[in-house]
């Protein structure tokens, strides 16, 4: 699904409002995401993003804040309270969501599976992932937070050789706590890259148990938080 930009008359990736209709009628725990193999928009779980293999665009939960203004709440974005959805607004913004995320479609497919072993081992502690990650210079970033709202950021470097000392460490980022680490900045704690995946999810876990989430700090307080969100085919 393509259409023409009006200005520099370049053919691109477009989600039109009856994709974002099929989402809002999915209801939660569904996302809308680029495949690659149909160029067409799908309705899938948001699981089916773990690996990169399509391209999430938007969850329904997020896809609320992408209709502007609600002049019948008078609310800062449209929500489900008023049931008053603009979905051609909605799906404007999927396309500018897609438009920005293909610009790293080729990291995405590439890194994502590296996340692949820590979202699994995550899952039974509620603990999901949010967004699709992104890369940064040697390391690839990716976003998970817990059902109370605790946000973290797992930082994967890309270049490493485990028996190597000098390798860089995977980093866990503790994002809800806020700038409270040294320098103003989110703190952070280094495990050596070959720690199972299972120990990094229970690191993860008593770390959270331990330390209530503060409400001012969330994925919009982070620098690396996506600006967007992530008939169509649902599988």
Do not use: K
């Amino acid at each position: 699904m393509t259409n023409t930009d009006a200005i520099t008359g370049v053919r691109r990736p477009a989600i039109e409002d009856g994709h974002a209709r099929a989402l809002h009628d999915h209801g939660p725990s569904w996302a809308i995401m680029w495949d690659d193999r149909d160029n067409q928009p799908i309705i899938v779980r948001p699981e089916r993003g773990d690996d990169g293999a399509l391209l999430e665009i938007c969850a329904y939960e997020d896809m609320f804040t992408l209709d502007g203004d609600c002049v019948t709440c008078e609310d800062a974005h449209a929500c489900g309270t008023c049931g008053h959805f603009n979905f051609e607004v909605i799906a404007e913004h999927m396309t500018d969501i897609l438009g920005d995320y293909l610009h790293g479609r080729d990291d995405i497919a590439t890194c994502m599976p590296l996340t692949l072993p820590y979202t699994r081992t995550l899952t039974p502690y509620g603990i999901r992932r949010l967004f699709q990650g992104t890369r940064h210079g040697d390391t690839f970033r990716q976003f998970y937070r817990s059902p109370e709202g605790h946000l973290i950021e797992l930082i994967i470097p890309l270049s490493y050789t485990p028996a190597d000392i000098s390798t860089p460490p995977l980093t866990i980022e503790w994002t809800y706590l806020g700038l409270t680490g040294p320098d103003a900045s989110w703190p952070v704690t280094h495990v050596t890259i070959d720690t199972p995946p299972a120990d990094v999810a229970e690191l993860i876990a008593a770390h959270i148990a331990i330390h209530p989430p503060i409400p001012s700090a969330d994925a919009t307080a982070s620098p690396d938080a996506p600006e967007g969100a992530n008939s169509a085919t649902t599988t």
